[in-house]
């Protein structure tokens, strides 16, 4: 058993058996994160809320690779070791503004408060190894 664990530490392997994301989610997210950068250059609110939205699906989507749980925030709480822990709150806070932002008739959160939120996505991904 102690082998085991060993050799899954060696190999960087979590419990879903890799420690990066596989290499077709890491094309996928770059193709995300293609639109996003031509979507933050726009400006526009509904651009950068399309932004927001699309950098915290293409996290989720790296965490599905890597991190086990249901939902995402119940990967994001599974993944709370693999980010500092200054990180780890703003992942959760753009995760909370892009929610709001979807369920929350009205919420029109400022323009700043959106590129924030879409650059510690960004900024998650990275520290995960993905490349973006």
């Known amino acids: 058993m102690l082998l085991k664990i060993l050799k899954s ?3 960087g392997a979590t419990s879903r ?3 990066s994301v596989s ?3 890491q094309e996928n997210i770059a193709k995300d994160w293609d639109s996003i950068n031509n979507l933050l250059k726009l400006k526009g609110p509904s651009q950068l809320r399309q932004a927001l939205i699309t950098a915290d699906k293409s996290l989720d989507n790296a965490l599905k690779d890597i991190i086990p749980g249901e939902t995402m925030g119940e990967r ?3 993944a709370k070791d693999r980010f500092d822990p200054i990180m780890y709150n ?3 806070e753009a995760h909370k503004v892009r929610n709001m ?3 929350e008739s009205g919420y029109e959160p400022p323009h700043f408060v959106l590129t924030d ?3 510690n996505l960004r900024k998650a991904l990275v520290s ?3 490349r973006v």
């Open 9 to 11: 530490l060696i190999s």
């Open 17 to 19: 058996g890799r420690y």
């Open 23 to 25: 290499p077709p989610t």
């Open 76 to 78: 994001l709480k599974n």
């Open 90 to 92: 703003k992942i959760w």
């Open 101 to 103: 932002t979807v369920h």
């Open 117 to 119: 939120a879409v650059e």
């Open 128 to 130: 995960l190894g993905v």
